[in-house]
């Protein structure tokens, strides 16, 4: 008598149920293993199916198929940005995003006015030169400096230019290294200053300079200096380029990093909301445009960043092209957030807006089939995915004694909601979209300032005290 296992892939629980015959037999349940929808669940898959056959007389050889449903992983934990424009006042960090960069890769060095290469001995300067090329250099000439202070033995690691030159410019060095153009105020940029100059291969984004740490490591900086500099990498993450200076302390006065806006692309129309408008605004967006197709934040800022960086986790979970990684649904909550004040003397914090937003990755059948793949080879067992969620649910909920179409189900889970209705005829219709249980751990954890998140999760599991009005609790 063979034994059939459903699976569930949640964001927090991997949940198995084993049927024979139609008759309910056991189940288990175990904490998912990784990011749902990933190969790392394949080990919480074993562990929940072992724990619901240990309540049976059955063993592995006993199960004649699994199905496993379609999981669409949600990232909320990363996506929890300021509303409020970050100022950075006598900052010691600049950065940039040009469009069209050459080379690849990290050069840090000192900066220096191209034609001033030619004075240059062989020196093998430890950290290398960074040529500035203003608008009067036309680019042939940049190339003619460059190699002939690399065939001189001077080491030039990178080159910053003011017009959009860079392609061309890199096509005709004797050395790879990266090039970032498009520059508008490059007078603005000083010589003789520490630089690190980052370009990534097509399709991907800077890795060195959109970490804090990475730059600390540059630039040889105490915590406190990492600390400011941090707005800086985070404005730069999901850019193919960047540049940051380390400038005299007090020469930029200020430079402000906004909370940005979000682009929704549907599948009849197209539109934007900015974060700084608030959680509303993100939402009325959002469904004007539904059916959505994907979501993108704007380059340089929080908003983009934040959506940026699910995308990046995603890309390298599932091995996917970042371009390949599509964001098909997001949900935007208003909340607060303590912020430290700048010269308070006792630990001061001040409360300050925020949007809590938990983001969907468009389901991949073919990731999915490929886990399934790989968890029929493991356990020699074939592995069929099942189907939607939501109708999954409805299917289940039909076995219910007492229970008849027209239905209506509601699971709120801990990543997505799936609300699904069936009609008397039997049609289906459902939705899944993105947040819930851990949306919720998350304004917790925000709001109080927790740095343990499953502190957040038992807060929010069991009370502490009833309000019974303004003076009683």
């Not at 608030?278 to 959505?292: D, E, F, K, L, R």
């Not at 006792?346 to 389901?363: L, P, R, T």
């Not at 709120?412 to 979209?433: M, Q």
């Not at 300032?449 to 502490?464: F, M, N, Q, R």
Request: hydrophobic share 45%; aromatic share 4%; glycine share 10%.
């Amino acid at each position: 008598m063979p034994l059939i296992a459903g699976i569930d892939i949640g964001n927090a629980t991997t949940e198995v149920a084993l049927a024979q015959h139609g008759r309910f037999i056991s189940s288990g349940i175990v904490a998912t293993t990784g990011m749902k929808g990933t190969r790392d669940n394949i080990a919480g898959v074993v562990a929940s199916l072992q724990q619901a056959l240990n309540n049976t007389p059955w063993s592995l050889q006993d199960v004649a198929k699994i199905c496993i449903n379609e999981a669409a992983p949600v990232i909320g934990d990363v996506a929890m940005e300021t509303i409020t424009e970050t100022i950075i006042t006598e900052s010691t960090m600049i950065g940039h995003n040009p469009q069209t960069p050459g080379g690849v890769g990290v050069g840090m060095g000192t900066t220096i006015a191209v034609e001033k290469l030619a004075a240059l001995s062989e020196d093998r300067f430890a950290l290398g030169w960074i040529p500035l090329v203003g608008e009067e250099r036309d680019f042939l000439e940049a190339v003619w400096y460059i190699n002939e202070a690399l065939d001189r033995g001077v080491n030039v690691v990178a080159a910053i230019l003011k017009k959009d030159d860079g392609v061309l410019v890199n096509n005709r060095l004797r050395r790879t290294m990266p090039v970032v153009d498009e520059v508008t105020l490059l007078e603005k940029v000083p010589e003789g200053v520490l630089a690190a100059v980052e370009v990534a291969a097509p399709g991907q984004v800077v890795r060195v300079l959109s970490n804090p740490y990475g730059i600390a490591t540059f630039f040889t900086l105490t915590p406190e200096e990492t600390q400011t500099i941090v707005p800086i990498a985070r404005a730069l993450i999901g850019n193919r380029s960047a540049v940051v200076l380390k400038t005299p302390q007090g020469d930029v006065r200020s430079r402000v990093i906004p909370a940005g806006k979000i682009f929704i692309r549907g599948e009849k129309r197209g539109g934007e909301a900015d974060v700084a408008q608030g959680a509303q605004a993100i939402m009325q967006a959002m469904s004007t445009c539904a059916p959505v197709c994907d979501i993108r934040g704007e380059a340089g800022t929080h908003a983009g960043g934040m959506l940026e960086r699910v995308r990046k986790v995603m890309a390298s979970l599932t091995g996917h092209d970042m371009n390949a990684v599509y964001i098909q649904d997001l949900l935007a909550v208003d909340t607060f957030i303590p912020r430290k004040v700048q010269g308070g003397i006792a630990g001061e914090c001040s409360m300050e807006n925020a949007v809590g937003i938990a983001a969907m990755v468009k389901s991949d059948r073919l990731q999915m089939q490929a886990i399934a793949s790989e968890l029929s080879v493991r356990l020699n067992i074939p592995v069929e995915v099942g189907g939607v969620e939501a109708n999954m649910a409805v299917a289940g909920a039909l076995t219910t004694p007492g229970c008849a179409a027209p239905l209506a189900i509601l699971d709120l889970g801990a990543g997505s909601t799936d609300a699904a209705i069936i009609n008397s005829d039997g049609v289906v219709k459902a939705v899944h979209l993105a947040g819930a249980g851990n949306m919720v751990s998350l304004l917790i954890q925000t709001e109080l300032g927790l740095s343990d998140p499953y502190l957040a999760e038992e807060i929010k599991k069991y009370p502490l005290a009833k309000v019974e009005s303004l003076f009683s609790i």
